[in-house]
C-alpha cells in the first residue's frame, strides 16, 4: 500500500519531466553557458583590479634587518666583531597628479563597467533563450495545425475520387485534390527541417542535451502595461554614461598637468643597532621634502592635449545622445506594433470563434444531411486556418512585449 502511495506521488514529477519549460532552460543555461561563465571571470578580474588600486594608495611600510661580521682582524679585537641593525620605515608621497589616485579612480570606473556589462550579459543571454524557445514553440504549434489539415485534405481527396467514379466531378477535381495533399504534406516536411534545426540552435545555445520533449507552452500577459519610455534603465546608456564619466576624469587628469609638478613627500624611519644582537643604540629619523617643478614647454604641450580631451568628451555626449534618439525610435516602433497585435488579437479572436461556431453548424448540417463531407472538411479548414493566424499573432505579442523589456533593460518575463 505504502508502495502504491509513493507512485501516486511520483506520477506528477514524472511527467513534469516529460516537458521543458523555459525557467528550466535559462537556469541551465545561465549556469552552463561557456560566454556567462567567461564574463564572471572577467568581471572578477576587474574587481581585482581594484583591489590593487586601492592598496596601491597605501603609504609604504618596509622592514629592514642587518648583520654584519668581521672576519679579518690584524690586531687581537677587544670587542665583538659581530653587529647587527633592525628598523622600519614608513614613506608617502603625495602630488597634484598623483597617478595612482587616478588609477583608483579608473578601476573604480571600470568595476562598475564590469558589473554592467555582466548584467547585460546575462539579460541579453536570457532575452536569446526566450527568442529561440518562442521560435519552436511557434513553429510547434502551427505543426499541430497543418497535421490537421493534412488529414482533411485526405479525406477530401478521398471523397473526390469516390465523386468522380461516380461521375459526379472531373478528374481535373481530383488531381487538383491529390496537388492539395501534396502541397500539406511538402509543407510539414519542410517545417519539421525547421523546427529540428531551431530546436538545435536553442539547446546548443542552452549547452544542454535535446531529449526530445516538448515546450511548455507560453501565454502573453494581456494585464501586461506597455512600460513608459525610461532609459535610464538601460545596460547601453549606462554604459556610454560611464564612458563619458572615463573621459572626464582624463580632461580633470590633463588640466592638473598645467599646473606645476608639485610633490610632498613624508618617511618616518626607526632603526635599532648594537654588537651581538644588543641593539643598544636607537636612531629615529623623520623626514619632509617638498619639490616644485615646471617645464617651460609644458603650456603648448598640455593644450592639445586637454582638446583633444574636450573632443573627447563632445564625442561621449553624442554618442549617449544618439543612442538614446535610437532607442526612443526603437521604442515608438515596438509599442505601436504591440497595439496593433493587441487590437488584432481580439479580432482573430473573434474570428476563431465564429469559425468553430460555423463548425458545429456545419457538423449538424452534415448530420441531417444537408451537406456533404466536402463542404463540412472546408469548414474546418477555415477554422484550422484561423487558429494558425490566432496563435502566430499571440507569440508575436509575447514577442514584443519582451522586446520593449530588452530595449529598456528591464528583466525578461519579470525574473532575468
Known amino acids: 500500500m505504502k508502495r502504491f502511495i509513493w507512485l501516486l506521488f511520483l506520477v506528477p514529477f514524472a511527467l513534469m519531466a516529460e516537458q521543458y519549460t523555459l525557467d528550466e532552460l535559462i537556469d541551465y543555461g545561465l549556469k552552463n553557458s561557456l560566454t556567462i561563465q567567461s564574463s564572471g571571470l572577467t568581471y572578477e578580474s576587474i574587481r581585482s583590479n581594484l583591489t590593487s588600486a586601492k592598496l596601491n594608495l597605501l603609504p609604504e611600510i618596509s622592514l629592514d634587518l642587518g648583520v654584519r661580521n668581521d672576519f679579518y682582524h690584524p690586531e687581537t679585537r677587544k670587542a665583538s666583531d659581530l653587529s647587527s641593525s633592525a628598523g622600519f620605515s614608513i614613506s608617502k608621497s603625495l602630488s597634484l597628479n598623483d597617478p595612482y589616485w587616478y588609477n583608483?579612480?579608473?578601476?573604480?570606473?571600470?568595476?562598475?563597467?564590469?558589473?554592467?556589462?555582466?548584467?547585460?550579459?546575462?539579460?541579453?543571454?536570457?532575452?536569446?533563450?526566450?527568442?529561440?524557445?518562442?521560435?519552436?514553440?511557434?513553429?510547434?504549434?502551427?505543426?499541430?495545425?497543418?497535421?490537421?489539415?493534412?488529414?482533411?485534405?485526405?479525406?477530401?481527396?478521398?471523397?473526390?475520387?469516390?465523386?468522380?467514379?461516380?461521375?459526379?466531378?472531373?478528374?481535373?477535381?481530383?488531381?487538383?485534390?491529390?496537388?492539395?495533399?501534396?502541397?500539406?504534406?511538402?509543407?510539414?516536411?519542410?517545417?519539421?527541417?525547421?523546427?529540428?534545426?531551431?530546436?538545435?540552435?536553442?539547446?546548443?545555445?542552452?549547452?544542454?542535451?535535446?531529449?526530445?520533449?516538448?515546450?511548455?507552452?507560453?501565454?502573453?500577459?494581456?494585464?501586461?502595461?506597455?512600460?513608459?519610455?525610461?532609459?535610464?534603465?538601460?545596460?547601453?546608456?549606462?554604459?556610454?554614461?560611464?564612458?563619458?564619466?572615463?573621459?572626464?576624469?582624463?580632461?580633470?587628469?590633463?588640466?592638473?598637468?598645467?599646473?606645476?609638478?608639485?610633490?610632498?613627500?613624508?618617511?618616518?624611519?626607526?632603526?635599532?643597532r648594537g654588537e651581538d644582537f644588543s641593539f643598544e643604540s636607537y636612531n629615529t629619523e623623520h623626514t619632509l621634502s617638498l619639490g616644485i617643478s615646471y617645464s617651460i614647454w609644458n603650456q603648448f604641450k598640455q593644450n592639445q592635449t586637454v582638446k583633444r580631451s574636450n573632443l573627447s568628451v563632445r564625442m561621449a555626449e553624442l554618442k549617449i545622445q544618439d543612442q538614446l534618439d535610437e532607442m526612443e525610435r526603437l521604442y515608438e516602433i515596438l509599442t505601436r506594433e504591440l497595439e496593433y497585435l493587441n487590437r488584432l488579437d481580439e479580432l482573430y479572436q473573434e474570428k476563431l470563434e465564429q469559425a468553430n461556431s460555423q463548425i458545429q453548424i456545419a457538423e449538424e448540417r452534415y448530420r441531417l444531411g444537408l451537406i456533404d463531407l466536402l463542404e463540412l472538411d472546408k469548414t474546418r479548414v477555415?477554422?484550422?486556418?484561423?487558429?494558425?493566424?490566432?496563435?502566430?499573432?499571440?507569440?508575436?505579442?509575447?514577442?514584443?512585449?519582451?522586446?520593449?523589456?530588452?530595449?529598456?533593460?528591464?528583466?525578461?518575463?519579470?525574473?532575468?
Open 104 to 272: 583608483y579612480k579608473y578601476a573604480q570606473l571600470d568595476e562598475k563597467r564590469g558589473a554592467l556589462d555582466l548584467q547585460s550579459k546575462i539579460s541579453s543571454y536570457a532575452y536569446n533563450v526566450f527568442t529561440a524557445y518562442l521560435d519552436v514553440l511557434s513553429s510547434q504549434k502551427q505543426l499541430l495545425s497543418l497535421n490537421k489539415n493534412l488529414e482533411i485534405q485526405t479525406r477530401v481527396w478521398e471523397q473526390t475520387k469516390i465523386l468522380n467514379q461516380l461521375g459526379k466531378n472531373t478528374s481535373f477535381d481530383v488531381k487538383e485534390s491529390e496537388i492539395a495533399v501534396m502541397n500539406s504534406r511538402i509543407s510539414i516536411m519542410q517545417l519539421e527541417n525547421t523546427i529540428a534545426t531551431k530546436r538545435r540552435e536553442l539547446f546548443g545555445l542552452v549547452n544542454m542535451k535535446d531529449e526530445g520533449y516538448d515546450l511548455a507552452d507560453l501565454e502573453p500577459d494581456k494585464e501586461l502595461t506597455i512600460p513608459d519610455f525610461s532609459p535610464e534603465t538601460s545596460y547601453a546608456i549606462k554604459t556610454l554614461q560611464n564612458e563619458l564619466s572615463r573621459t572626464q576624469l582624463s580632461l580633470k587628469q590633463n588640466k592638473t598637468d598645467f599646473l606645476p609638478q608639485l610633490k610632498l613627500t613624508y618617511s618616518f624611519a626607526r632603526n635599532a
Open 382 to 416: 477555415d477554422f484550422i486556418n484561423s487558429e494558425i493566424s490566432y496563435y502566430s499573432n499571440r507569440y508575436q505579442i509575447l514577442a514584443k512585449q519582451e522586446a520593449i523589456n530588452n530595449l529598456l533593460s528591464l528583466k525578461i518575463m519579470g525574473k532575468w
